[in-house]
Every structure is written in structure tokens, then in C-alpha cells.
């Protein structure tokens, strides 16, 4: 057991010191959605079971807080609303679980992400073309080769990894630092007065 334990840290060491690689396109994406967030516009997220935990867990980041006090960021998991969830996935088809909501409150220059460990989630997929319908910005937070996901992303951060734990654990961090690049922008908002 002890040796699993430290060949799973190891691998973990290794694929996220994979993420320096990263920099130039993180950058990219801190900035898109950042002008996204000051024009008024709302980060929107989705995904899969451990994706879509990921989706929930930064947009409370990002409407809550990260590491400091300071305005709301708009942000919505479209992940949450068990009765839209389970009314598309009955009328429609569980491929349109998230395509529908970007439909219904996506607005040109909003952004999307869609977070995928293997990138090709048909749902994930769906939103993210819907998204780019609309005029969205979209982010794919992906793994593995990207899958057709990629294609349909304005910005791409890519885990080169195939495996999922891996890759999730690589996605919360990237994740966490967006949020930390978002709060430090977004530092001087004055909060709503309550």
C-alpha cells in the first residue's frame, strides 16, 4: 500500500510539473475571460462527473470567494439544477443537458467551459458548439489528446495525460489559478452594499 501511495504522488509530480508547458496558453485564457467578466458577461461551466464537481467547485470560487473579499464574479455550473438536468435528459437527450442552458442564458460575449478528461463527452461537446453559435468564448479544460472538444475551443488547456485521476487533480489547479488570476484583476471592485 505504501508503495501505491508514493507512485501515485510521483505521478502526480510529474504531470503537473507537465503543466509549466502550459503558461502561454493559461495566460490566454486568465485574459479571455477576464475581458469576458469586465464587460459584464459570465463564465459558464460544465462537465462530467469529477468535471462536473470541477465545474460546481470553481464557479463557487468565482461567485464566492477564492483567497480574498471582493466583488462577485458571474459564474454559473450548469451542472447543478437536477430538474433541468433530468426534464432534457427525458425530453430531449442527455447530450442536450448543457446545450439547452447555454441556449437559454449564454449571451454573445459570455464565455464557456467545458471539462473533459478525454474531451470527447458527447454533452460537452454539444455546449460547447452551441457555444460558439452564440457567439461565447469558448475554453476547453481537457486531457489526453483533446478529443473533437478541442476543436470547438477558442482556448485549450490541455493535460498530456490519459489518466483520469491525473488529469482531474491537474484541472482543479489549473482551475484554482484562474481563479487566483481572476480575484487578483478583479481585486478593486467595490462589493454590493448590503
Keep these: 500500500m ?14 503537473i510539473a507537465s503543466l509549466r508547458g502550459l503558461a502561454p496558453a493559461f495566460e490566454g485564457v486568465a485574459e479571455a475571460l477576464a475581458g469576458c467578466l469586465g464587460r459584464g458577461g459570465k463564465v459558464l ?10 465545474a460546481q467547485h470553481l464557479a463557487a470560487e468565482l461567485v464566492g470567494r477564492f483567497r480574498q473579499h471582493r466583488a462577485p464574479l458571474a459564474a454559473i455550473a450548469l451542472t447543478t439544477d437536477s430538474s433541468i438536468l433530468t426534464s432534457v435528459a427525458n425530453d430531449y437527450d442527455y447530450a442536450a443537458v448543457f446545450s439547452r442552458q447555454v441556449e437559454a442564458l449564454g449571451r454573445h460575449g459570455d464565455a464557456l467551459i467545458g471539462i473533459s478528461t478525454s474531451g470527447r ?8 458548439a ?3 453559435g452564440l457567439g461565447l ?3 476547453g ?10 476543436a470547438l475551443c477558442d482556448h485549450v488547456l490541455r493535460v498530456d495525460c490519459r489518466d483520469t485521476a491525473r488529469i482531474q487533480e491537474a484541472h482543479i489547479l489549473i482551475g484554482h489559478a484562474l481563479c487566483g488570476a481572476l480575484e ?8 454590493v452594499a448590503r
Aim: glycine share 14%; net charge negative; aromatic share 4%.
Design 2 to 15: 505504501r508503495e501505491q501511495f508514493l507512485a501515485e504522488i510521483g505521478e502526480h509530480e510529474a504531470v
Design 45 to 54: 461551466l460544465c462537465g462530467n462527473g469529477g468535471s462536473a464537481a470541477d
Design 121 to 128: 463527452s458527447p454533452n460537452v461537446i454539444a455546449a460547447l
Design 130 to 132: 452551441a457555444a460558439r
Design 137 to 139: 468564448v469558448t475554453v
Design 141 to 150: 479544460l481537457l486531457g489526453g489528446d483533446g478529443g473533437p472538444a478541442a
Design 184 to 191: 487578483t484583476r478583479f481585486a478593486d471592485l467595490p462589493e
